[in-house]
């Protein structure tokens, strides 16, 4: 995998892609060449079988994101036309999370504001260290939000708390967000990364096409009537059936063994 910049850091183990925000005398602040290589990192692994789970990090123990690469606003987001060319080049990586079929995790540790928190939020699961502290400052900015971002917020948390959070752009803690449905879990910072990849190797050693039909169903059933697409749905789950996973999935169990799925 070649990326640009060695901001970003991709390395996988175990059926565990890892893909680490690496500017931490930034606190891992995101700039556009960044996220440029995110949208590598998610495209080659969202067809690497080896990769069954990817783990989404920050660098440094200080930050997991928090937030754009602001000494960029004055050249590349600067008036709305500016920010319309950067936005649609940034909008790759999200993009790219989007459509990435596997589970994504996102450990959080340290800030996660703005930015950060819209790719937190993008992530199917999100564990968070005790000393987690979470804000979105738009309004702090005089910035806005697409209608994507702030409808993952707003599913995860509610139109109350996504109002709160966005008109007072107020800092907030692990233990707030959990509460509010932010993140799923909060550990000691010092368990966070076991915490996490325990979590990662339980799902990597699931069966692959079930947890994709799974991600795959609940994102569609987010969406509108219209927008729907259940004949993919069904052929998602008819591939389930007539997988040699299924077959595994079957004797494992009569054998009272553990299966051995290989995503097929």
Known sequence: MILETDKIIAKKENGIGWLIINNPEKRNAMSLSMREAMAVVFE????????RVLILKGNGGKAFISGADISEFKNNRNNHDAEKIY???SAKATV???????PIIAMIEGFCVGGGVATAISAD???ASEDSQFAIPAAK???AYNYENLKCLNDLVGPAYAKQILFTG??????KALEIG???KVVKNKDLEDATIELAQKISQNAPLTIMTAKETISQISKEDAERNFIKLDTMVKECFDSEDYKEGREAFMQKRKPIFKGC
């Open 141 to 143: 900015l005089g910035l």
């Open 44 to 51: 080659e692994y969202n067809s690497d079988p080896e990769v």
């Open 125 to 127: 699961i999100r564990i």
């Open 170 to 175: 107020d800092k907030f803690d692990a233990s």
């Open 182 to 184: 932010l993140v799923n």
């Open 96 to 102: 790219a999370m989007q459509n990435f079929r596997k």
């Open 87 to 89: 936005a649609e080049a």
